[in-house]
């Protein structure tokens, strides 16, 4: 089963189940379910705690030693597991698999891990945990996502934000949930009667977002130039290196210009993003950069990137971010036609 840390709190009230994968890329989300989950056990007789790192020097043996002590002579145990960065080989796979076979009411498996990929997700062990236990996703939330978690945030602690803080608040916060914290519990502080303006927000806060190249290329190939251009802005104040993100977008320009040659040939697009192994949920991204971004557009635009890295590679004076504004400014659409720097 798969559930969202949102939902952990009301499914507790049912009970424990055997076992839990968290798996994601949001510490914050991570600390906040593991340390319910641990809380909740407590609650329930878990009083003895075993964690190990799955890596090569990993005694399994004692792992399953672990699994097979019955209350009646022990504790009720919680055994965790942390996955390794990479993934499972096939023997750890074969021995976390061992484990959760092994598994009974006395003992509590928790499973935390990096975000998975589709083919993690269609592993033996994958469907063995979760058709016995539950899934977690802890993923920081995307652009589109993070409104709707910091209304559910206000909620649990009764802050009444409109529409226009909701969106402030992601804006100022957007990539980093901790800082997104510690700001409401700070406005629930600064304003008793829980009532939350722009101009409130404005006064108490200092901006907290934190972007990634990875972001600023979601925002160009959906077309959004305000976005993109906000992000390019934070990036460069947080001394990210200009060559990282020319070659973030050389690569994604050089897919999309081969995407496009394929697509003149006749290839149909079901086709091209299975060539590219594309995931079905970012399809829509690359349909609408496609519809954007004609062959001469994208040629432009490689031209463009060719001579900013040329720039940045002889020139460490160079202004290389205004350049890069305005080849985002090409990707979303905009000023077609402009001339090469």
């Avoid at 994958?126 to 920081?140: D, E, Q, R, S, W």
């Avoid at 519990?185 to 101009?199: G, M, Q």
Wanted: glycine content about 4%; overall charge neutral; hydrophobic content about 40%.
């Amino acid at each position: 089963m798969r559930i969202y840390p949102e939902q952990l709190s009301e499914r507790l009230k049912q009970g424990l189940s055997t076992a839990y994968l968290l798996s994601g890329n949001e510490p914050l989300l991570l600390q906040e379910t593991s340390d319910s989950l641990r809380q909740k056990a407590k609650a329930e007789g878990f009083l003895e705690r075993h964690s190990y790192t799955i890596d090569n020097q990993l005694d399994w043996h004692e792992v399953l030693d672990n699994c097979q002590a019955l209350s009646l002579f022990s504790n009720r145990q919680i055994i965790e597991l942390t996955l390794p960065d990479n993934g499972l080989n096939a023997n750890q796979a074969k021995s976390l698999q061992t484990v959760i076979d092994a598994l009974h009411p006395d003992i509590l498996l928790l499973v935390f891990g990096p975000r998975l990929n589709k083919k993690q997700e269609s592993s033996a062990w994958f469907k063995a945990l979760t058709a016995l236990g539950i899934y977690v996703p802890c993923n920081t939330p995307d652009a589109r996502q993070l409104p709707r978690f910091i209304q559910q945030r206000c909620q649990q602690l009764g802050l009444n934000a409109d529409a226009e803080s909701i969106q402030l608040l992601a804006q100022w916060h957007e990539g980093n949930l901790l800082a997104l914290t510690q700001s409401l519990y700070k406005l629930t502080l600064i304003y008793p009667d829980n009532t939350l303006t722009v101009p409130r927000i404005q006064d108490a806060l200092s901006r907290h977002n934190h972007y990634t190249p990875f972001q600023l290329l979601d925002a160009l190939l959906a077309g959004q130039a305000k976005r993109s251009q906000r992000i390019l802005r934070q990036l460069e104040a947080e001394g990210v290196e200009a060559i990282i993100i020319l070659r973030t977008l050389q690569r994604e320009l050089t897919q999309l210009y081969r995407m496009q040659e394929m697509g003149r040939q006749g290839t149909p697009l079901n086709r091209i993003f299975e060539n590219f192994r594309v995931w079905q949920s970012r399809r829509e991204l690359y349909v609408g950069a496609l519809h954007r971004l004609p062959l001469p557009t994208l040629l432009q635009a490689l031209h463009l990137l060719a001579q900013l890295e040329r720039q940045v590679k002889t020139d460490f004076n160079s202004h290389i971010w205004s350049g890069l504004s305005t080849l985002s400014t090409l990707m979303c659409g905009l000023n077609r036609g402009l001339p090469l720097l």
